[in-house]
């Protein structure tokens, strides 16, 4: 690997942050005293007692002795509090540090930027093929609330404005920045609402993709010298306040409130602009008409009728001007109107396109309803008794008008108010402000059909502007999802409903919960392959399919090196749009700025249009590379499963990591589990399971199987045929290195600690044998070192980040470990109060009681119960410091839930 970006990453990240992590010990606050100075010993003692074998708990306690033997448990707790609050604040230096460093990090006109792509188009003479392909072409990048985010809006403006101080190496500033840094909280006192969290991610939508979008577009017309067709190429998806699955917080009047905070974002944004335009076009008959829109549009932001009713009348005007300038002011300043109209043309009134999401089990639930208040008891027997077909027939047939009178259930009142908020928003908004229904745990076509159905009850008509997005997610559903799509695609009323959309589908795909289900490997097959059943379907139907991939942060969860996924699918999968959801710290690791943003859309944005351009360059797979790679899937799946099935599984989650804190932390609207009752695997979302395994440092669901699957290959001598796929496949290559990453982020000396454990040492060995087996195998595949795709600098990143939190983990493990330990203890505690009490009765029945004992078992009731009070209290205090250490650890990881 190239030793001078190495160089490069050392100098503009690692010294930089080493240098002015050095002004956090000149702060004047209580938080710093004595924190800085004790920390980097914490941190080698860490590292020396994890070599030696030593575990968290051992590790605190020998440091408190060593370097604070006069601090009582309240100072020790006091201190570990404080160490999390310096941390915090190391990784948000370390954020800033990098993001400014990044155009000397990365080549912003290198492969697979827009530049690059236009500059190969034009040497091949693909230039009228790439305009062609750019009519019919999008990239939907979807915002969505996810619990992953814990920075808070005002940290994200620090962190923006610090890297800025730093690329510029302002001193002064910085260090203001880092003072005001020091007395910002990182938490938030209670759990933010699903307006809080559209509010969170509007603050991105306004910084950073107002302006990066169009830029993106404007240097693609520029460098092919022509305006494109159609301005639209890159569209915002959103969904806080649309999402309900499984968040009862979400309601119809929060999913209109959150589409009015959208059109007023970009009605404010487009009011700014116009202001910088008068400063500009200050020419005859321009000047006044720029002014006069500029009025209009306030208006508009007031609901005022003499306001736009909508952005077409704004274009209109706007072009109107634009004709002047060029007819009587030689086109001066005429870039910056064009950027503006660009921007409406992009962004319209909606800023982002707000997606409604419900799990299917509720919409079958509010069905069923239904047809009891109309057909009566019996005829929903007749209903639950007939076939999916029957019952898709049945529905077509009913002509019922409904609203939401007709349930008392709060969850099915409000599938009917989401309904009629859809047409409601689009009303204002338009359109596209709210145009997308997706459905959760979609297992057949009746899932599909229902909210076509429900719609037309509710409307009064056919949904003409709706289109219903399926969710398929588990493994199993995978499979059967080309044959689902077809049996709707062969249903007069759904055919029907199709040419009303202009003979398109979206299919949604979850990688999350296909890898909590499948495991790592087996997921991303059945993704692969069941996009190519849906792709063979589509076309034999005339439909044209577009995909739209659940993707969380990691590459457990779909994330990782997402570009290479798309740029490496081959002719069997259709690739008119690239659609994914961008979550929690991805957002804005990957988006923070408009430089880290316009970098990151355009690989996702030329990864599906060199496919088509250069069609050589991802081939189809041959017969034996499918049969291998299959082979190698049905492997890591049965490996996984074992894992999964192992009695202790989810227990060792619960006892050993954080899964059980997800939902006591305020870090997101939504509960970690999508019903009440016990917590099981089909209940528990994909976030908290991914994420706890990151916290552990084990991130299971990255690799676990991989290793059994190259194993068994080279155990009958077709090691080369692996290696042969990898340097074949882009799609293997992908999947690779995405898995490598997610080994880079392991630290199983951690918790080594569990491999004597009676109960869970067979687990922890389980998961430690296979994580040594996929690292040793996968350097074998690739004749690679290093665990990371793509690069050294990428690794030391990884492992700078690891140093800054490793006391942060040991912290984190250190709690659980106290807390295990007192809850034995209250265990016994509990067994000799027992028994004291049986004997005590025994006493009393033989009349040997007498006052004064009666006044002394007083005293000691009492003294009991202040020991219960302190007791409570200290094991709060040690859940809090473990929901505490949890966000430092993810926002250093950026990708790890």
């Excluded at 004790?38 to 708990?57: D, R, S």
């Excluded at 109209?341 to 800023?351: A, L, Q, R």
């Excluded at 139907?541 to 990691?554: E, K, L, Q, S, Y």
């Excluded at 440092?697 to 676990?704: A, D, I, L, S, T």
Aim: charged share 25%; glycine share 8%.
């Amino acid at each position: 690997m190239d030793q001078s970006a190495l160089k490069k990453f050392d100098r503009y990240v690692g010294t930089k942050y080493h240098l002015f992590n050095s002004l956090f010990l000149r702060l004047p606050f209580d938080l710093i005293h004595q924190t800085g100075i004790l920390l980097p010993l914490l941190t080698e003692a860490c590292k020396k007692a994890y070599e030696a074998g030593g575990n968290p708990k051992e590790i605190i306690e020998a440091f408190f002795e060593e370097f604070i033997p006069e601090a009582n448990q309240e100072d020790r707790l006091t201190l570990l509090f404080n160490f999390i609050k310096y941390i915090e604040r190391q990784v948000v230096l370390f954020d800033a540090t990098e993001d400014a460093a990044f155009d000397q990090l990365h080549d912003l006109d290198g492969p697979g930027t827009v530049s690059d792509l236009i500059s190969k188009v034009k040497a091949n003479g693909l230039t009228e093929k790439l305009v062609q392909k750019l009519k019919d072409y999008r990239l939907r990048v979807v915002l969505t609330a996810h619990p992953t985010q814990f920075y808070p809006g005002p940290v994200l403006g620090i962190i923006t404005d610090l890297s800025k101080a730093i690329k510029e190496n302002r001193i002064f500033e910085v260090h203001d920045l880092l003072h005001q840094l020091g007395k910002t909280p990182f938490v938030n006192r209670s759990k933010p609402t699903p307006l809080d969290e559209a509010r969170s991610l509007i603050w991105f939508l306004r910084k950073v993709f107002y302006n990066a979008i169009p830029e993106i577009v404007s240097k693609i017309e520029k460098q092919l010298q022509q305006s494109l067709p159609q301005k639209d190429i890159i569209d915002l998806g959103f969904w806080p306040g649309g999402d309900r699955d499984g968040n009862p917080n979400v309601s119809a009047e929060i999913t209109i409130e959150t589409a009015l905070q959208l059109r007023n974002a970009i009605l404010s944004c487009y009011e700014k602009d116009i202001q910088k335009l008068r400063r500009r076009l200050t020419f005859l008959h321009v000047y006044d008409q720029v002014s006069a829109v500029g009025a209009k549009v306030h208006k508009t932001l007031l609901n005022s009728m003499e306001g736009y009713n909508s952005s077409l009348t704004l274009l209109d005007d706007l072009r109107s001007i634009r004709k002047v300038l060029a007819e009587q002011h030689d086109n001066l300043f005429a870039e910056e109107l064009d950027l503006f109209i660009t921007k409406v043309e992009m962004f319209g009134f909606h800023f982002a396109c707000l997606d409604i999401r419900q799990d299917s089990g509720k919409h079958e639930a509010l069905i069923e309803e239904i047809i009891e208040k109309k057909a009566g008891h019996g005829g929903l027997e007749l209903y639950r008794a007939a076939s999916i077909a029957e019952k898709m027939n049945f529905l077509a047939e009913c002509d019922w008008a409904i609203d939401s009178s007709i349930t008392n259930d709060p969850i099915s009142q409000d599938i009917i108010k989401s309904i009629l908020a859809t047409r409601d928003i689009q009303k204002t908004n338009g359109e596209k402000a709210c145009h997308r229904y997706v459905i959760s745990h979609s297992r057949h076509a009746l899932d599909i059909f229902t909210i076509q159905v429900l719609a037309r009850w509710i409307y009064g008509h056919e949904p003409d502007a709706l289109d219903i997005v399926p969710l398929f997610e588990s493994i199993d559903d995978l499979a059967i999802a080309g044959d689902v799509m077809n049996a709707l695609y062969q249903f007069q009323p759904y055919k029907d409903h199709l040419v009303r959309r202009h003979q398109t589908q979206t299919v949604m795909l979850g990688f999350s919960d296909g890898t909590k289900d499948g495991g790592y490997v087996k997921a991303n097959w059945s993704i692969y392959t069941g996009k190519e059943e849906l792709t063979k379907t589509a076309r034999a139907n005339g439909i044209n399919v577009i995909f739209f991939d659940g993707r969380g942060g990691p590459p457990a969860r779909g994330g990782g090196n997402t570009h290479k996924f798309y740029s490496s699918l081959g002719s069997t999968i259709e690739n008119k749009e690239v659609q994914l959801t961008i979550q929690g710290q991805t957002i804005s690791s990957n988006f923070g700025s408009k430089d880290l943003a316009i970098y990151n859309l355009e690989q996702l944005l030329t990864a599906g249009i060199e496919n088509d351009l250069y069609p050589e360059h991802t081939p189809d797979w041959t017969h034996a590379q499918r049969a291998l790679m299959k082979e190698m899937a049905d492997s890591a799946y049965g490996y996984y499963i074992k894992l999964k099935t192992h009695p202790d599984f989810l227990a060792y989650l619960q006892e050993n990591g954080t899964l059980p804190y997800y939902g006591e932390s305020n870090i997101g609207s939504r509960p970690d589990k999508r019903a009440g009752g016990k917590l099981t695997l089909d209940t528990l979302r994909a976030i908290p399971f991914v994420g706890s395994w990151s916290q552990l440092k084990q991130n299971v669901p990255g690799y676990y199987g991989f290793g059994e699957a190259l194993q068994e290959r080279k155990n009958v001598g077709r090691e080369d045929e692996v290696k042969e796929l990898y340097k074949k496949s882009g799609f293997f290559q992908t999947l690779v290195g995405n898995s490598m990453q997610a080994l880079a982020k392991c630290y199983f000396p951690l918790t080594a600690f569990l491999s004597v454990n009676p109960r869970f040492g067979e687990i922890w060995n389980m998961i430690y044998d296979e994580y040594l087996r996929t690292e040793k195998l996968l350097q074998e595949t690739t004749s690679e070192e290093v665990y990371v795709a793509d690069s050294k600098p990428n690794l030391e990143s990884i492992n700078l980040r690891e140093e800054i939190v490793l006391p942060l983990l040991t912290i984190q493990q250190y709690a659980l470990l106290m807390l295990k330990g007192r809850k034995a203890e209250g265990a016994e505690k509990a067994e000799k109060a027992e028994g004291a009490e049986k004997a005590e009765k025994a006493e009393k029945a033989e009349g040997a009681e007498k006052a004064e004992g009666a006044e002394g078992a007083e005293g000691a009731e009492g003294a009991e119960k202040a020991e219960e009070k302190a007791e409570k209290e200290m094991v709060d205090l040690y859940k809090k410091l473990i929901t505490r250490t949890m966000p430092g650890i993810i926002n250093a990881a950026r990708n790890s839930a």
